[in-house]
């Protein structure tokens, strides 16, 4: 058996395009009214009215007349399906205000229907929409009930030919020449045409529409594509107010980021960039992107780092709107823990760079490194590359101390022993470096050595001039 909830976003095409509730809002296709908000409504606003009467019936009260943008829309719903995927994999769109989930495999990870549906209310309230619910067995008959009063747990428990029965055909737009005919034959609900014979209902009504009926209680199956879930993530936050300080912004960074995060978690990807766009009260955008040293899918990390670039944000006109974009998700590498002691794992030396970086910025956080050269004066660097990245750092830089002075100091030798502060003694060697023969040759055999202390240094012979050197010190 299946179970599929239907969230029906009836208000879409206004909550898409307006996200302030402080003045009369409405929204035209074409030059009809389709969608009003609630201070359009008290000025006596209906649907179906055109764009003449709104202006007539508003008089000197300013109202915002909105063109319906259905890719706004579109959007919106691929929004949701991204964050209604954490709750299901089994979910598509449907029609232009729908969203589909088949939610009878995961009740037990919610414990059970009635907390699972709290969760959704709460997801989808905290995001800014409206959704009506239906409940069914089957996707269709859950997208009808959604037109039915609010949705129980104990309602579901009823035969689905009963709860479908009061619904009036009036709400089947697709067929509307075939309800016309069915209206003027007296069947006016779903209940009556359901009450047809089957042979007598397919000569009056067509395949279309029985195979329809067929669907909606469960007769046919109802084959749809399951959402795919993006190779990249965007999602928005429309705060209703003017936000004027940067505090004001943290609520919505935290809920953009665990909504993100747990994208991440669902698809099993990463990433080590996300990007910030702060939409101002003049539509003008300030972009903000915060980096990681490595890829990861914890939101309180990303929190922590967006905070520290947050600080010296200076907000130069209020905020609107904020988004959370990220164009570039690669495949989760999970790292390895201590099984028995997880909560006492050191903290990665990247948490302490990406802290530094995203304060200080990129260019205040080197990193030592090597490059290919044979001479160890000219092999060692430091750079700003991300730690991460390892371009062309020879297998040797191992052996060798970063730590190289700026010119070699000669060793004092006497008999068979060397002395730096005090006797050194060998520990391993010789590694030869032979370079630079087209200008001035250089031949050395360095060595590793230790003093009485425990102190390593990097010491070589000059082959050409027989003298001893010390060049660099270990850590």
């Known amino acids: 058996m299946s179970l599929w909830l239907c969230l029906r976003f009836n208000q879409l095409p206004l909550e898409c395009l307006s996200h302030c509730e402080q003045q009369p809002v409405a929204v035209m296709a074409g030059q009809r009214i389709i969608r009003i908000n609630d201070c359009a409504a008290a000025l006596g606003i209906r649907q179906g009215m055109s764009a003449a009467t709104v202006r ?10 909105l063109e319906r943008d259905k890719q706004a829309e579109q959007r919106c719903l691929q929004q949701l399906c991204c964050w209604a995927y954490s709750i299901t994999p089994t979910l ?6 729908c969203v589909q989930l088949e939610i009878e495999g995961c009740l037990s990870l919610f414990q059970g229907l009635d907390t699972l549906l709290a969760q959704v209310t709460t997801g989808i309230s905290s995001r800014g929409y409206c959704a009506h619910h239906g409940l069914a067995p089957t996707p269709k008959a859950a997208w009808l009930l959604s037109f039915a009063p609010r949705v129980t747990a104990m309602a579901i428990q009823q035969p689905l030919e009963q709860r479908l029965s009061p619904l009036p ?6 067929f509307a020449a075939t ?7 007296g069947l006016q609900t779903v209940g009556d045409v359901l009450a047809l014979p089957p042979a ?9 529409f029985t195979h329809f009926l067929q669907q909606l209680i469960g007769q046919r199956e109802d084959l749809q594509a399951d959402y795919c879930p993006p190779s990249s993530f965007s999602d928005e936050y429309w705060f209703g107010y003017e936000v004027k300080t940067n505090n004001e912004l943290t609520p919505a960074v935290q809920q953009l980021l665990q909504s993100f995060c747990n994208f991440l978690r669902n698809t099993q990807l990463q990433t080590n960039e996300i990007n910030w766009r702060l939409i101002g009260s003049d539509k003008k955008l300030q972009n903000i992107c915060v980096r990681s040293a490595s890829s990861n899918s914890d939101w309180k990390n990303w929190y922590q780092l967006t905070c520290l670039r947050f600080e010296q944000l200076h907000l130069t006109n209020s905020v609107e709107g904020l988004v959370l974009a990220c164009p570039q998700l690669q495949p989760g590498q999970q790292g390895s823990i201590d099984l028995f002691n997880p909560h006492n794992q050191r ?5 302490l760079l990406d802290r530094l970086r995203n304060r200080l910025g990129l260019q205040a956080v080197k990193k030592l490194g090597c490059r290919d050269e044979h001479l160890p004066e000219f092999a060692m660097l430091a750079s700003n590359e991300d730690p991460g990245n390892e ?16 010119q070699p100091e000669k060793l004092r030798h006497h008999g068979k022993h060397l002395y730096w502060n005090g006797v050194l003694s060998m520990v391993c060697g010789p590694e030869r470096i032979e370079d630079n023969w087209w200008q001035e040759p250089v031949s050395r055999d360095y060595f590793i050595m230790v003093d009485k202390g425990g102190q390593h240094y ?4 000059d082959r050409l001039t027989q003298q001893w050197y010390v060049h660099g010190v270990f850590a």
């Open 56 to 65: 007539a019936l508003a008089d000197e009260e300013p109202i915002r007349l």
């Open 92 to 97: 598509y769109t449907w029609q232009f205000d």
């Open 169 to 174: 055909l009036s709400l089947l737009e697709e």
């Open 179 to 185: 309800v016309n005919s069915l209206r003027r034959a």
């Open 200 to 208: 007598s209902l397919g000569r009056r009504c067509g395949k279309a």
């Open 347 to 351: 903290e990665p030396l990247t948490a």
């Open 391 to 406: 371009h062309s750092t020879s297998q040797h830089c191992a052996q060798r101390p970063f730590w190289l002075m700026p």
């Open 458 to 461: 990097w010491v070589f012979r």
